[in-house]
C-alpha cells in the first residue's frame, strides 16, 4: 500500500456485535481497539536494530472515520460512530464466558483482523478508519432458541452488509475529492523513531527506507 502511494485505507470487516444496539446489518466505525491476540502476529514493521513507538491512544484516523459516519447516514444505513473492538485471537469463536466477559469490560464488537491493520497502517503514516459490519449478537445474546453463531448465519448477513459497505466507500470516494484532511496521521513518525540514525543496521535502514525515510 505505502508502495504505491496510498494515504488512507477504508478496511471493511464482519464483526460480531457485544451490545443489543448495535443490531445484525448495522455498520460500526470503532474508534478504540482492545488486543487480545496471543498468537505472534507481526505488529510492527520495526525491530532489528530500529526502536519506533508510534502514539496509538487514537487508533484510526478521525477524520475518515467521520466521513465514513456521515457518507453511510446520508445513504439511510443504520451507522455508529465510535465503539470498542475486542480483537480476539480466532479462529474459533468466543464462548459464552469470554463474551459474557468482554461485555463486562464495556466492549462493543469483536472480531479477529483489524489490530493488527491498525498498527501497521499507523506506523506506514496511512490514515485508517474501518467498517465494522455487524453480523451476529456473538453467542452472549444466544439461547437454544435462537441457536448458535454459525458461518452460514455470518456469511448470509455479511453478503447482504456488502451492498451497504461498497456504497459508503463510492459516497466517500466522492467527497474526498475536496479532501483537506489535517488528522495527523501523515506524521505519524515524526517523534516515535528512538534510534539514531548513525546506529541503524544499514539492512534495516534501506528495508524501512519506504517510511522512515523522510525523517532520517
Ligand atoms: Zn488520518
Request: glycine content about 8%; hydrophobic content about 40%.
Amino acid at each position: 500500500m505505502k508502495k504505491l502511494g496510498v494515504e488512507k485505507i477504508i478496511s471493511i470487516s464482519a464483526c460480531g456485535s457485544l451490545k443489543k444496539h448495535m443490531k445484525p446489518l448495522d455498520i460500526v466505525v470503532p474508534d478504540q481497539y482492545v488486543d487480545r491476540t496471543n498468537q505472534a502476529r507481526r505488529m510492527t514493521f520495526f525491530g532489528d536494530g530500529i526502536v519506533g513507538h508510534v502514539a496509538f491512544a487514537q487508533p484510526v484516523c478521525g477524520a475518515l472515520s467521520k466521513e465514513l459516519y456521515e457518507t453511510g447516514r446520508s445513504l439511510g444505513i443504520p451507522m455508529h460512530l465510535g465503539g470498542t473492538y475486542i480483537n480476539m485471537e480466532g479462529p474459533q469463536f468466543s464462548t459464552k464466558a469470554e463474551s459474557e466477559m468482554y461485555r463486562l469490560w464495556g466492549m462493543d464488537i469483536i472480531a479477529m483482523s483489524n489490530m493488527a491493520e491498525a498498527k501497521l497502517a499507523r506506523e506506514a503514516e496511512i490514515c485508517f478508519a474501518t467498517l465494522a459490519c455487524v453480523t451476529d449478537y456473538d453467542c452472549w445474546y444466544l439461547n437454544e432458541s435462537v441457536g448458535s453463531v454459525s458461518v452460514d448465519l455470518i456469511i448470509n448477513n455479511l453478503k447482504k452488509n456488502i451492498g451497504n459497505a461498497k456504497k459508503i466507500v463510492r459516497g466517500v470516494l466522492k467527497r474526498m475529492k475536496e479532501d483537506h484532511c489535517h488528522c495527523g496521521c501523515h506524521s505519524a513518525l515524526k517523534d516515535a523513531i528512538m534510534t539514531d540514525p548513525k546506529v541503524m543496521p544499514p539492512a534495516t535502514k534501506k528495508k524501512l527506507k519506504l517510511i522512515i525515510g523522510k525523517y532520517i
